[in-house]
């Protein structure tokens, strides 16, 4: 399903003939998300001292919570009431409500096709069918890349925060932030402390039994009586007497004849 049975909320932040840069906003997009919108985007992503070039763009999708989600484009191609051509132009979505894995991959979709219509006036617009509308401004290619981290983070149930220029493959910034700490953290770190105090107390009784049992061999050395420095050896006398069987023979039987 490619189609998104919602409303957006538009936002519009350029220079205003009259009045110089302003924003532009549904009055039912609470003054927050607008905050938010101008400090986390707008403000982040356009330096007047260092603007982007000239003609480029580049997409955004800021989830302030798991129900409140900012996402849309930048067009540095705008012109003021002063003649300056190199004007930023922030359109941009509000949305309210929970997105699944499938509604995200279709706000992507849409950001890489770009806007169907340029809002003229500030009311809700119901999101497009993406198999049957011609975008009024180009959108931004999403690398494949960024998609697989899109789609893990949302699994995992992170927040966004994804920017990316066109034409540049190495400028894409994507931020993520838990909604909240995991359950399981807290006492997983409780456990790992307890852990590491046994561990220590283990380690300082095998350091004291090592030194006990060193120290009782040292003072069972130092108390048990020496030998003496020179013991005689005590040698017996060799026998010339030599026994087979029953018959004793002697050294004098030995060299006297025997009869036959």
């Known amino acids: 399903m490619l189609s998104l049975p919602i409303r957006f909320s538009p936002l ?24 938010i919108f101008l400090n986390k985007i707008v403000n982040r992503h356009w330096d007047a001292y260092a603007p982007p070039e000239p003609g480029s763009s580049a997409l955004y999708l800021y989830q302030i919570s798991p129900e409140e989600h900012l996402f849309g484009w930048l067009y540095c191609d705008g012109q003021d009431d002063f003649g300056r051509t190199h004007v930023p132009y922030f359109l941009a979505y509000y949305y309210r409500g929970a997105l699944n894995f499938q509604q995200m991959e279709t706000i992507l979709n849409y ?58 493959i190495f400028g894409w910034q994507l931020e993520t932030s838990l909604v909240k700490p995991i ?67 002697t050294a004098a039987d030995a060299t006297t004849p025997r009869k036959r």
């Open 12 to 35: 519009i932040y350029t220079s205003v003939p009259g009045s110089g840069f302003g924003l532009q906003a549904d009055q039912s997009i609470p003054v927050e998300a607008k905050e």
């Open 111 to 168: 950001l890489q096709f770009g806007p169907e219509t340029i809002p003229t006036s500030m009311e809700p617009m119901l999101a497009p069918n993406l198999w049957n509308y011609e975008p009024s401004r180009p959108g931004v290619r999403i690398p494949v890349a960024v998609r697989e981290a899109v789609a893990v983070e949302t699994t995992m149930g992170k927040l966004l925060d994804l920017y990316g220029p066109d034409k540049k």
């Open 183 to 249: 359950p399981e953290l807290p006492a997983l770190k409780t456990r790992l402390d307890n852990r590491r105090k046994m561990d220590q107390r283990m380690l300082f009784v095998i350091l004291v039994l090592g030194v006990s049992i060193v120290t009782a061999a040292a003072a069972s050395r130092l108390l048990s009586p020496k030998p003496p420095a020179h013991s005689p050896v005590q040698t017996q006398p060799v026998s010339t007497e030599k026994t087979v069987g029953t018959t004793q023979l």
